[in-house]
């Protein structure tokens, strides 16, 4: 099965603009953490939320889950041009207490934010 | 603000040749991981490390590869024998405590990997 899967695959806007990211997830999870990826640059971890939080903020990032749809959403309000870059959600499946950090990343969203 | 560290950034090895790339975790963290991220693919698991021991691998961890804590610092990866399908970004991640508790994982910059 294919876990985290974001969409949509690239999204572009204007400065100022919200954008919002979608992840969908099949199997049972523990957390679900969002990263950003400059290109070619390591996973800069943005925000972790655990199966039993339905929202979590973090500045201008607003993180969503909805266990029982197996989705998550990420909000970025008044983007910045520095916010250009691709997004990930990866999951941490519910094996019982005995995972031991197996992330299952998402093929990410591009985001293009245009000055 | 603390961060996992990995040297080389960038490796150009011929096909057959021993690589290691070597990580620094955040220091009080206890749960060290390798992934990797194949140009233009998703990131995937490779292995976590605690207390010394393998704690999970995936099936691309197979016998070609190795982690090791040499030290109370560092944290490596080998590749004994190379192969073209290796090349990849190799991302060294730490983590204080068991990830499935709602621990952060934190990635370094990663290590580019090309196999020519």
């Known amino acids: 099965s294919q876990q985290g899967e974001e969409d949509p695959q690239a999204l572009s806007i204007q400065e100022g603009e919200n954008a919002t990211m979608n992840c969908s997830y099949k199997?049972?999870?523990?957390?679900l953490q969002w990263y950003r990826q400059n290109s070619g640059r390591g996973l800069v971890h943005l925000i972790l939320i655990r199966s039993n939080e339905r929202e979590k903020h973090s500045g201008r990032l607003r993180v969503t889950l909805d266990t029982s749809k197996k989705s998550s959403s990420l909000l970025i309000t008044a983007s910045r041009a520095a916010d250009t870059a691709s997004y990930f959600c990866a999951t941490d499946a519910d094996a019982g207490g005995t995972s031991y950090g197996k992330l299952t990343f998402g093929q990410g969203t591009i985001l293009t934010v245009h000055p | 603000e603390p961060e996992v560290t990995q040297t080389p950034s960038h490796q150009v090895t011929q096909m057959g040749q021993e690589v290691i790339l070597r990580c620094v975790p955040i220091s009080n963290h206890l749960y060290f991981y390798w992934y990797r991220q194949i140009l233009g693919q998703k990131v995937e698991f490779l292995v976590s490390?605690?207390?010394?021991?393998?704690?999970?691998k995936s099936e691309i961890f197979d016998d070609q590869f190795s982690v090791e804590r040499p030290d109370g610092s560092n944290f490596t990866l080998k590749i004994r024998s190379t192969k073209l399908e290796d090349s990849a970004m190799y991302f060294c991640?730490?983590?204080?405590?068991?990830?499935?508790?709602?621990?952060?994982?934190?990635f370094g910059e990663g290590s580019w990997l090309t196999v020519v």
């Open positions: 490390f605690y207390n010394n021991e393998i704690s999970e």
């Open positions: 991640a730490s983590s204080a405590d068991r990830a499935w508790s709602g621990n952060t994982i934190y």
């Open positions: 199997t049972s999870i523990n957390n």
